[in-house]
């Protein structure tokens, strides 16, 4: 099993910054990818970046370049850096491993809530 916890989030004005963070705990040798996702109310959750353990990188097209997902796998942490927030990132944020390449499964976080303002 893996365990993920948040923190970070919180409310910020339009065009600020805010980091969210996760770490990850128990069988952490099983992980392949990271990633954080977001959901708002009556959407599907869905992919804001993606890091695979190569460091490879996928972003979500409207936080490209906003965005900056990175990973330390000796502490088994991963973390989203958002800068110029707009209101459209309000959302509750996820933090996601991926074991199943490994024989582990999908785990999710608890969810951290981003709150742009206008």
């Known amino acids: 099993q893996v365990q993920l916890v948040e923190s970070g989030g919180g409310l910020v004005q339009a065009g600020g910054s805010l980091s969210l963070s996760c770490a990850a705990s128990g069988a952490v040798f099983i992980i392949n990818t990271m990633g954080w996702y977001r959901q708002t109310p009556g959407k599907e959750r869905g992919l804001v970046a993606l890091?695979?353990?190569?460091?490879?990188?996928n972003y979500k097209s409207a936080v490209r370049g906003r965005f900056t997902i990175s990973r330390d796998n000796t502490r088994n942490t991963l973390a989203l850096q958002m800068n110029n927030l707009k209101p459209e990132d309000t959302a509750l944020y996820y933090c996601?491993?991926?074991?199943?390449?490994?024989?582990?499964?999908?785990?999710w976080g608890q969810g951290t809530q981003v709150t742009v303002s206008s």
């Open positions: 996601h491993a991926d074991a199943k390449r490994n024989g582990g499964k999908e785990y």
């Open positions: 890091i695979f353990k190569s460091g490879r990188i």
